[in-house]
């Protein structure tokens, strides 16, 4: 299942213009000089020890288990090229927008009698910077999953269903069912 902050932070990934380190010693190098030079500190973070973790950084361990070269090259990807990744959410935020593609089910609460039931989707929209903006705020100040979809809901209600204001007035769309999302910036 996928998830709207994953999708979030695969397409600022997408802004990079270096690749991460690939080694684990060199995964290892970065992640220690990020947390000013504390093995302790990367060694509490991967849930190893000290000792290992200076292991890794002297080339002395080459291979890590698959868990553990999972658990580094999340931790680096979170941290690789904070400006670039700042910058691109910023131009998101205020100039260029945000384009989403999701399949998901849609259901609305609308007016009494209405025949909106909901039903599986496909969409692929541009959402217009405030929505970016909306969903990164969101995202940096910890908000849940739950929380995301609903701003994404609201996003894609007032750009698609709603048309920006000019029909389905009083339309609110509930987004369930999320098999696939993606961002692009």
């Given amino acids: 299942m996928a998830t709207v902050g994953e999708g979030l932070d695969k397409a ?3 802004a990079f213009t270096r690749p991460i380190p690939k080694s684990a010693g060199a995964q290892m190098r970065y992640l220690v000089k990020q947390h000013q030079g504390s093995t302790r500190r990367v060694a509490e973070l991967l849930g190893i020890t000290q000792r290992t973790v200076e292991r890794y950084v002297k080339n002395q361990i080459r ?29 998101a935020a205020t100039t260029d927008g945000i384009v989403i593609d999701t399949r998901a089910r849609f259901g609305y609460t609308a007016a009494p009698g209405s025949t ?18 909306r969903l990164f705020d969101a995202q940096e100040q910890g908000a849940t999953e739950q929380q995301l ?6 996003a894609l209600g007032e750009t698609y269903f709603r048309d920006n204001g000019r029909r389905a007035h009083g339309l609110e769309v509930e ?11």
């Fill in 116 to 133: 909106d039931d909901a039903r599986l989707r496909h969409l692929t929209l541009a959402l217009p910077p405030h929505h970016a903006a």
């Fill in 12 to 14: 600022v990934q997408g």
């Fill in 63 to 91: 291979r890590p288990r698959a868990d553990l070269a999972a658990r580094m090259e999340r931790e680096v990807r979170k941290r690789w090229q904070p400006q670039i990744r700042a910058r691109a959410k910023q131009t």
């Fill in 149 to 154: 979809r609903d701003i994404a809901a609201e």
């Fill in 175 to 185: 987004f369930t069912d999320l098999e696939h999302v993606e961002f692009d910036l």
